[in-house]
C-alpha cells in the first residue's frame, strides 16, 4: 500500500508540473486545423460559382450561394479564429457542421478510407477495385512514360475520399469545443483573465 500511494504522488507531482503546458495540446490542435480550414474555404471563395453549383447539383443542397457562402465563411473566417484562438468554442459548432455536411454529403458512400490502400482492414469493394486501377496506370507510365519522374515526391496512388479526414477534423474540433483554445496560447485566455480582473 506504501509503494502504491507513493506512486499516486510521483503521479500527482507530476501532473501538476505539466499543468501550466496545459494549453499546448489545444494550440496543437488548432495549428494542425487552421491551414486544412483556411485553405477550404479560400478554394471554395476564389472558385464561388463552381462550389455553388457543385453544392446545388451534385450535392442537392437548396439554397446553394447561400450554403456555399456559409462553408466558406465557416472555414475560411473561422480557420483563421482558430490560428490566433479567438471564440474557440463558438467557432467549432459551425466548422462541425461543415464537417458532418462533408462527411454526409460528400464522402460517405465512399467508406471511412481518404486515400485507397487496399492492404487496410477497412478496405471496401471499391478500394480493392482501385488497386487494379493503379496497378494498371503504373504499368501505362512505365511503359510510356519517365516513371522515376512522375514518382520521384512519392509513389502514384488513388484517391478513395472516404469519411476518414471529415470524422478526424470533427473529433479535433469536439476537443476543442471541450477545452478552449488554451491557457497561455489563445486569446480567448487573456480575454478571459481580463475579465476576471475587472471584474474583481
Given at each position: 500500500?506504501?509503494?502504491?500511494?507513493?506512486?499516486?504522488?510521483?503521479?500527482?507531482?507530476?501532473?501538476?508540473?505539466?499543468?501550466?503546458?496545459?494549453?499546448?495540446a489545444?494550440?496543437?490542435l488548432?495549428l494542425?486545423?487552421?491551414?486544412v480550414?483556411?485553405?477550404?474555404?479560400?478554394?471554395?471563395?476564389?472558385?464561388?460559382?463552381?462550389?455553388?453549383?457543385?453544392?446545388?447539383?451534385?450535392?442537392?443542397?437548396?439554397?446553394?450561394?447561400?450554403?456555399?457562402?456559409?462553408?466558406?465563411?465557416?472555414?475560411?473566417?473561422?480557420?483563421?479564429?482558430?490560428?490566433?484562438?479567438?471564440?474557440?468554442?463558438?467557432?467549432?459548432?459551425?466548422?462541425?457542421?461543415?464537417m458532418?455536411?462533408?462527411?454526409?454529403?460528400?464522402h460517405?458512400?465512399?467508406?471511412?478510407?481518404?486515400?485507397?490502400?487496399?492492404?487496410?482492414?477497412?478496405?471496401?469493394?471499391?478500394?480493392?477495385?482501385?488497386?487494379?486501377?493503379?496497378?494498371?496506370?503504373?504499368s501505362?507510365?512505365?511503359?510510356?512514360?519517365?516513371?522515376?519522374?512522375l514518382?520521384g515526391?512519392?509513389s502514384?496512388?488513388?484517391?478513395?475520399?472516404?469519411?476518414?479526414?471529415a470524422?478526424?477534423?470533427?473529433?479535433?474540433?469536439?476537443?476543442?469545443?471541450?477545452?478552449?483554445?488554451?491557457?497561455?496560447?489563445?486569446?480567448?485566455?487573456?480575454?478571459?483573465?481580463?475579465?476576471?480582473?475587472a471584474?474583481?
Open positions: 500500500m506504501a509503494t502504491l500511494a507513493r506512486v499516486e504522488g510521483l503521479y500527482n507531482q507530476a501532473i501538476e508540473y505539466t499543468k501550466p503546458a496545459d494549453g499546448l489545444p494550440l496543437l488548432r494542425i486545423l487552421a491551414p480550414m483556411i485553405q477550404a474555404g479560400y478554394n471554395k471563395l476564389i472558385s464561388f460559382e463552381n462550389t455553388a453549383a457543385w453544392f446545388g447539383g451534385s450535392l442537392g443542397m437548396p439554397l446553394p450561394e447561400v450554403m456555399a457562402a456559409l462553408a466558406i465563411g465557416a472555414e475560411f473566417f473561422g480557420g483563421m479564429l482558430l490560428l490566433v484562438g479567438l471564440a474557440t468554442r463558438l467557432i467549432t459548432i459551425p466548422l462541425m457542421v461543415t458532418l455536411v462533408a462527411a454526409l454529403a460528400v460517405w458512400d465512399n467508406g471511412w478510407l481518404a486515400i485507397s490502400d487496399s492492404s487496410s482492414w477497412l478496405a471496401n469493394d471499391r478500394v480493392l477495385e482501385a488497386a487494379e486501377r493503379k496497378s494498371r496506370a503504373i501505362i507510365l512505365r511503359e510510356h512514360g519517365n516513371y522515376r519522374y514518382s515526391r512519392g502514384i496512388t488513388i484517391l478513395n475520399n472516404g469519411i476518414e479526414f470524422a478526424m477534423y470533427f473529433v479535433m474540433l469536439l476537443s476543442l469545443f471541450f477545452t478552449g483554445g488554451g491557457r497561455y496560447t489563445s486569446v480567448d485566455y487573456y480575454i478571459d483573465r481580463f475579465r476576471n480582473r471584474s474583481s
